[in-house]
C-alpha cells in the first residue's frame, strides 16, 4: 500500500478519538490559550484570511471564527472532517471545511495571511512538498505557525531510547496511560518507523527549509509547552516536548 494512503487510512480510525479530545480543549483553559498564543505571532489585520491545516476535528476554526477571523479548514480524511463539521454546528460555528491532501493544495498562490498547522507535519510523507506549497499560498508578509514535536525521534537514538523507556514507566504508574495513546497502537508504531520526519532533529530541520524555501524570517519557541499543556500532560509529553516553529514569507 502507498504510504500517504496508509497514513490516510491510519487517521481515519483517529477521528472519534482526536474529537474527544478537542471537546475537552474548548471546555478548557485550551480556547483562550491557544488563541492568545497564535494571535500574538499572527500578522496584525483586523480579519485574517486563515488555513488551519490538518485541521481535525476542527479546533482552530472553532477558536478562531469566534474572534472575527476567517477560517479554512483543511484534512487528508473525510472522518476527521465530518468530526470537524459536527464540532462546529454545535458550537454555531461557519468556516469553510475541505479534504484535501495538504502537500497538493486546491488553493491559488497569494491567498492567504495565516497558515497554521497543529501536530501534522510528523505524520507526512513528503514534508518538503508542503512546505513548499503552504509558502506557495501565503500571502508577502503572510505567517506559517507550526507546532509538533518529535514524537519518535527515540526509535532512532540509542540514549533516548532508554530514556523513553524509563519515562514510559513512570507514566504508567503515575497515571495508569501510556505516554503514545492511539485506537491502533501496532499501526501507529509501525508507521513511525517508516515516516520521513521520525528521526528528523526538530525544530531545526523545519527552520533549515523554511530559510531554503525563502522565508523572509523564522523563529522557533521550544518551550511552548508551558503555555499549552497542563502540568500532567507537561510530566507526560517532557520526553518529547511540542514546539512552535514558524516563518514569515
Request: aromatic fraction near 10%; charged fraction near 30%; proline fraction near 4%.
Amino acid at each position: 500500500m502507498e504510504l500517504n494512503t496508509r497514513i490516510k487510512s491510519y487517521w481515519e480510525g483517529e477521528a472519534e478519538g482526536y474529537s474527544d479530545a478537542i471537546k475537552d480543549e474548548l471546555k478548557g483553559f485550551e480556547r483562550k490559550t491557544w488563541t492568545k498564543l497564535i494571535l500574538e505571532y499572527a500578522p496584525s489585520k483586523d480579519c485574517l484570511d486563515i488555513l488551519d491545516i490538518g485541521t481535525g476535528p476542527g479546533f482552530f476554526p472553532i477558536i478562531l471564527s469566534q474572534v472575527g477571523h476567517k477560517v479554512t479548514g483543511i484534512d487528508l480524511t473525510e472522518n476527521m472532517i465530518e468530526c470537524a463539521r459536527q464540532n462546529l454546528e454545535k458550537e454555531g460555528i461557519a468556516a469553510k471545511l475541505w479534504t484535501m491532501d495538504c502537500q497538493a493544495l486546491e488553493f491559488p498562490d497569494n491567498c492567504f495571511d495565516l497558515l497554521l498547522c497543529r501536530n501534522l507535519t510528523w505524520t507526512l510523507d513528503d514534508p518538503q512538498k508542503a512546505y513548499k506549497e503552504w509558502f506557495r499560498v501565503l500571502r508577502s508578509g503572510g505567517r506559517l505557525l507550526v507546532f509538533d514535536a518529535c514524537w519518535y525521534l527515540h526509535l532512532f537514538h540509542e540514549d533516548l531510547k532508554k530514556a523513553y523507556e524509563k519515562k514510559q514507566q513512570e507514566i504508567l504508574l503515575k497515571y495508569g496511560r501510556p505516554l503514545h495513546q492511539h485506537k491502533d497502537q501496532a499501526e501507529g508504531d509501525a508507521l513511525s518507523r517508516k515516516l520521513f520526519m521520525s528521526d528528523k532533529v526538530r525544530p531545526q530541520w523545519d527552520l533549515n527549509i523554511m530559510l531554503c524555501l525563502g522565508f523572509s524570517k523564522v523563529f522557533a519557541d521550544v518551550f511552548v509547552g508551558r503555555r499549552i499543556l497542563t502540568e500532567q500532560q507537561q510530566d507526560i509529553n517532557n520526553i518529547h516536548p511540542p514546539f512552535l516553529v514558524g516563518g514569515e514569507k
